[in-house]
């Protein structure tokens, strides 16, 4: 369509189908939920920002949530089931880490006057993982999940750290 879908297929490639065909939308960064009933993902089809939004895995009953007034990037499940966190650019237009409580609504993990991006969970919930340029390059840190104990893992010259992920 030209725009950008969420598609799933079966694991050996065949049975690709389209779970949010429209022509008007773009639909991005989906993130399985750990129990494999729901999706998060980015759209914009309510107009500009992309917004966070829930779907069945199926591609039915898809709803908005955190409805905030600026683009919102990366949804992440908790390993849990319990949270979303993802970056949102609702602060001065910088990146922030916000933590999304599914039914009790969002706070902010990070306040930095650099762009704190690209959330990822740790296997037990306990940290989050994210990238930020707060030292000029963009460098690794990692936060307990209350947003506390901010601390920088690398200290690279260039700016090639980038998408952290935790081992299982």
């Known amino acids: 369509s030209g725009n950008s879908d969420i598609y799933v297929m079966d694991s050996d490639g065949k049975n690709p189908r389209n779970l949010t065909a429209d022509s008007i939308k773009d639909d991005q960064s989906p993130s399985w939920a750990p129990d494999g009933k729901t999706i998060a993902f ?25 409805n905030n ?38 706070r902010k993990l990070t306040d930095n006057p650099a762009s704190d991006e690209l959330p990822a969970w740790s296997s037990d919930s306990k940290n989050i993982v994210f990238v930020s340029d707060r030292d ?15 601390r920088n893992l690398t200290n690279s010259p260039g700016w090639d750290d980038l998408w952290p992920r935790w081992a299982p």
């Open 69 to 106: 007034p600026s683009d919102n990037w990366g949804p992440t499940w908790s390993p849990d089931g319990k949270f979303i966190v993802f970056q949102s650019d609702q602060y001065g237009g910088r990146g922030e880490i916000c933590l999304l409580e599914l039914g009790k609504g969002q």
């Open 136 to 150: 000029e390059n963009y460098e690794i840190y990692v936060m307990d999940v209350d947003g506390k104990n901010q």
């Open 42 to 66: 980015i759209s914009n089809r309510d107009g500009g920002n992309f917004k966070l939004y829930l779907m069945d895995s199926d591609g039915t009953n898809q709803r908005g949530i955190a």
